[in-house]
């Protein structure tokens, strides 16, 4: 279900029959199951995200790798297969963290606080910048995404539901990560030839607080029609 809900923030398909559209919709996308929740925990499941990260790190027309999951405690394991899928000239987005409450006060847990990753957290809707309730922030978050209402604790992020046309409302730095990536894809196809750093570029020049750094939430939100512009 939350894999499902990921890819369709990222690349459901534009149709009339009223459903959710992606922000990537034309992309092309490469869904590798890893895990069995969205806690890199078990033994199988770090040995699972190595090899899903070193799948599309060897695949050339792989150029983004969003991964809506993580741990509060790192694996040599997974970091080795990050670090290699860097070195491949990937782009990888990952989220910052979405807890209850009581946990919430972690900062960005692993793999985002890595070098190699870009980690991306929600946020409320409007000013000042807040971090949504269960998302995580801090020095490491490089974007955010409004997932959450001011007002009450509603998701605002529209996705694919598991069955029906009717959307499915999403929320968290899950969430905000699928979204951003599927934004980094639109930049991308705008000249395909960028290099991974050069997106990146595009995107914070068209980040809300840019050329100035939010101490827990980054460059703020993306302005996805000027990073494509």
Known sequence: GHGTQMAGLIAAPRGSGGTAVGAAYNCNLLSIRVTSDVVINGSSEKTGVADGLTIAANRSNV??????????????????AVKYAYGKGKLIFAAAGTSLSWTSWWGVIFPANMA????????????PLEK???????????????????SDT???????????????????????????????????????SMTRDQVLTKLKNASSLYPSRNANLGWGIIDASRAVA
């Open 63 to 80: 150029k983004i790798i969003s991964m809506s999951i993580g741990d509060v405690i790192s694996t040599s394991r997974v970091s080795d």
């Open 154 to 192: 509603n998701r605002t992020a529209l996705t694919l539901a598991l069955s029906g046309n009717t959307p499915a409302y999403v929320g968290g730095s899950s969430a905000a990560t699928a979204t951003t990536a599927g934004i980094a894809a639109q930049v991308w196809a705008t000249n395909p």
């Open 116 to 127: 190699e990753c870009v980690a991306i957290t929600g946020v409320k809707d409007g000013l």
């Open 132 to 150: 949504c309730n269960t998302c995580h922030e801090g020095s490491k978050v490089d974007f955010v995404v409004v997932m959450q209402r001011r």
